[in-house]
């Protein structure tokens, strides 16, 4: 029952925003009695999907309305939260009372098409000047923040399989946050997962997401389907790799294995070239400096959703948002992840991704994208 108060955010804050926007778009806007009605109207609709779900008796979290109904509800509701935020600068008089909301939902089109585009695949050279020789051109894909949902479907699933597959990597790393809803609602959404293929495997790690809802069922899902999950292990892909995981720090409150990175290496005793999956990013700095950490790769930060946004998520996550970081010892990569979260769909500059970061042998600082 820990989730209940997530869920009631859920269904009440977007009742609170259209409250407020009738407070700083419609009242002083200068409409007749009848407009403003109408305008009433749509905000509590814009706003009323996962309240509406819930008295159905499911869950508001994760909603499972037909995949169209939610593309327009998310963008809906999206373009609520940006009409707020308009018009919080712009006092609106005649000639705005237009402009404002064509604006805000113009803004929220975008950003929901970037939002659920599929990822493209980025390749990022990371150069170590002592890498093992049988580790240059080492090839690790990386699939971060996949948040299956009613408006993230199986179909996506299977695109973003099929374009990690081709990209040939050594090994597969899933960096949390798969799913968003019960395995009833859910489970044909992420089987596509079941086809991901590398010569050195697929291992996981627990993400927040993991925990909110039917964690046990996903659990006992993702054991009889063949998924490793690491957490506070390693394993040795390679002689001289050792890939270790840890659960997402949520494992505290949902009684599940509390991460420990020193635990995880206790194996790795002959100077393997060690890689950490971590869901979150905040730890990086000092898991490099006490751990012996060379790679740690994590998402969770969605890229940061937007320009401006980002500054705020980075305040989160130790000033870490997306892309490669240079660390004394070591380097970190923060995937933009490959979905979105349907309580925050939008994106704005910032596209998903599929990383492959390939490890090279070379001076350090001299890392290469494309």
């Known amino acids: 029952m820990r989730i209940s108060s997530t869920v009631t955010v859920i269904t009440l804050f977007p009742l609170v925003v259209a409250f407020l926007t009738m407070l700083t778009f419609v009242v002083p806007a200068r409409m007749c009695t009848r407009p403003r009605w109408i305008w009433i109207v749509v905000l509590l609709a814009c706003s009323s999907r996962g309240a509406i779900y819930a008295a159905l008796g499911g869950s508001a979290q994760a909603p499972d309305f037909p995949e169209a109904l939610l593309w327009v509800w998310d963008w809906a509701c999206s373009g609520l939260f940006i009409l707020f935020a308009l018009s919080l600068f712009w006092w609106v008089r005649r000639g705005r009372t237009v402009l404002l909301p064509v604006l805000a939902w113009g803004l929220a089109a975008v950003g929901f098409v970037n939002g659920i585009v599929l990822p493209s695949v980025r390749e990022v050279e990371l150069r170590y000047s002592d890498l093992p020789a049988e580790l240059d051109g ?3 894909a990386q699939l971060s923040d996949l948040h299956c949902s009613g408006s993230m479907c199986g179909w996506r699933t ?16 899933l960096t949390g946050d798969y799913v968003d809803g019960t395995v009833a609602q859910r489970v044909r959404d992420l089987e596509p997962l079941k086809d991901l293929r590398a010569p050195d495997g697929v291992w996981c790690i627990r993400g927040n997401h993991e925990y909110f809802l039917d964690a ?16 506070n292990a390693c394993v040795f892909p390679r002689k001289s790799l050792a890939l270790g995981g840890v659960n997402d720090i949520a494992a505290v409150r949902y009684l599940d294995v509390v991460p420990n990175v020193g635990k995880t290496f206790a194996a790795a005793t002959n100077g393997e070239f060690r890689v950490l999956l971590e869901h979150r990013p905040g730890a990086a700095t000092d898991n490099v400096a006490s751990h012996g ?44 992840g490959v979905g979105q979260w349907a309580g925050f769909p939008l994106r704005f500059f910032n596209p998903p991704e599929i990383a492959v970061i390939v490890l090279r042998k070379g001076l350090p600082g001299k890392e290469n994208a494309r």
């Open 138 to 140: 080492y090839r690790i």
């Open 158 to 173: 299977r695109c973003i399989v099929e374009r990690i597959n081709a990209a040939k990597p050594d090994l597969i790393c």
């Open 216 to 231: 046990p069922l996903w659990r006992e899902w993702f054991d009889e389907n063949g998924f490793k999950f690491l957490a």
């Open 293 to 336: 950490v060379r790679l740690q790769l994590s998402g969770h930060t969605h890229g940061g959703i937007s320009p401006g946004f980002d500054r705020l998520v980075a305040r989160f996550n130790n000033g870490f948002v997306h892309g490669a970081y240079a660390l004394p010892g070591g380097n970190l990569y923060v995937s933009r």
